[in-house]
């Protein structure tokens, strides 16, 4: 992975020299052309909104569609009001990185605006898109193999998708070797991820490329505008969906400040649980209701009387578990949280082949935080996981505790 990792990075930054050094030698070819797709770029990156949740890797995370969209019509573009294009590849490519730079400035200086290997993945994106386009185009092989009519427009919504599936390859490559996690799961993560968004931003981008094509330049504002205005309300929602975490996370500290639970275990908890889903390969949907349902999974010990030592369920009476498990669904359901995650609280007693996915990693991760007692020793996580491989006949399903043994295990070593 460090070989592919480096072999990426080197292969961005010589074209991304051999693109802005060509076009300062050569200067900008139709620049009224390049000058608005940069606008549209740089607006996109300016604008990029915060993803609820974070990313696969549950990092925090953006998303500049716009900009993305733009970058690939300009990629795509083979005419502008029936005049044909000039610029080239690299061309493409400089553009795109100026004006990639000049919409993040405004935010560097809070802080770095965009990482490396997200800038990296955007030049190798945009030089694939155009390297595929471009001299197929200039060349007139373009029009002698697909011609002008639905061919032409099915093979730039191919090159669309064939780029977002490359980008999910060094993206996937990227996270394995930052994390050291495998590949196969985080390739499946970003896989699921971009299902609905991809082709979205493939099919604008081939539809703006095709429009400039025969209106021209005007043709911008009225693909751009409507899909600004969607950045918005997304921007809205993901406020919402952050506002409504905090809630859930507020509720769930509830047992910590009744004194049922020790501080900081229901976070714990829900990290632990959050990153044994992402081994597993889980869909942000799922891991979203394994967070909720973890920090939520104790919740029903405020119907007990007297707090349970060190607020550890794992070694009570089955039939106590049942019922704490149960008043803590009931209490779940009450909040107007999904049912789903009512469902993941409401099982954890029950044996793991009658729970849900999600229901079993928050058993296993509780039942290693009770162990651990939140000060996990190099020592006490083998005990702990010695123990939950013990009770893999019954309590605990074995391939999560292989999972949370891999993650305990990286996290021991950073």
Same mark, same amino acid.
């Given at each position: ?265 229901? &976070? $714990?908890? !829900?990290? +632990?649980?959050? #990153? @044994?889903? /992402?081994?597993? =390969?889980? %869909?942000?949907?799922?891991?979203? *209701? ?31 578990? &049942? $019922?704490? !498990?149960? +008043?803590?669904? #009931? @209490?779940? /359901?009450?909040? =107007?949280? %999904?049912?789903?995650?009512?469902? *993941? ?36 996580? +083998? ?7 013990? =009770?893999? %006949? ?21």
């Amino acid at each position: 992975m460090r070989y592919l990792v480096a072999l990426s990075r080197g292969a961005a930054a010589a074209l991304s020299f051999a693109a802005l050094g060509l076009t300062l030698w050569r200067g900008l070819e139709q620049p009224w052309v390049a000058l608005a797709f940069a606008a549209v770029v740089a607006v996109g990156e300016s604008v990029r909104v915060q993803l609820p949740g974070g990313d696969h890797d549950g990092n925090p995370a953006t998303s500049a569609p716009l900009a993305a969209a733009g970058a690939l019509g300009y990629a795509l573009l083979g005419e502008v009001g029936g005049e044909r294009t000039t610029g080239g590849v690299l061309q493409v490519v400089a553009v795109v990185i100026v004006a990639a730079l000049a919409g993040n400035a405004p935010r560097a200086a809070a802080g770095p605006a965009l990482e490396l290997d997200h800038a990296v993945r955007g030049v190798l994106a945009v030089g694939f898109a155009a390297t595929c386009f471009q001299p197929l185009y200039t060349s007139g092989a373009l029009a002698q193999w697909v011609g002008p009519g639905p061919y032409y427009a099915l093979y730039l919504l191919a090159v669309t998708l064939l780029t977002a599936l490359c980008d999910s390859l060094l993206a996937a490559v990227f996270a394995a070797n930052s994390t050291g996690r495998p590949f196969g799961p985080l390739l499946r993560g970003r896989l699921r991820t971009r299902v609905g968004i991809a082709p979205a931003i493939g099919a604008t981008g081939a539809v703006i490329a095709l429009a400039v094509a025969v209106a021209g330049l005007w043709a911008l504002p009225v693909f751009c505008v409507p899909l600004l205005l969607t950045l918005f309300s997304f921007r809205r929602y993901a406020t919402v969906r952050a506002t409504y975490r905090q809630t859930i996370a507020s509720l769930a500290r509830s047992t910590e400040v009744a004194g049922y639970t020790p501080h900081g275990h229901a &976070r $714990r908890v !829900a990290e +632990l649980s959050c #990153a @044994v889903g /992402r081994e597993l =390969g889980l %869909a942000h949907p799922e891991l979203t *209701v394994l967070e909720y349902a973890a920090l939520m999974h104790d919740i029903g010990q405020l119907s007990l009387v007297d707090p349970v030592a060190s607020g550890a369920t794992e070694g009570l009476d089955p039939e106590l578990q &049942r $019922r704490i !498990a149960l +008043l803590g669904g #009931a @209490v779940v /359901r009450q909040t =107007g949280v %999904a049912s789903e995650v009512a469902v *993941v609280v409401e099982r954890q007693a029950d044996p793991f082949r009658e729970q849900p996915l999600t229901a079993r990693i928050v058993r296993a991760v509780n039942a290693y935080e009770d162990m651990v007692a939140g000060k996990a020793s190099m020592e006490g996580s +083998l005990r702990a996981l010695e123990r939950l491989r013990l =009770g893999s %006949a019954h309590d605990y399903e074995p391939r999560v505790v292989e999972a949370l043994s891999r993650v305990v295990s990286r996290g021991s070593r950073g």
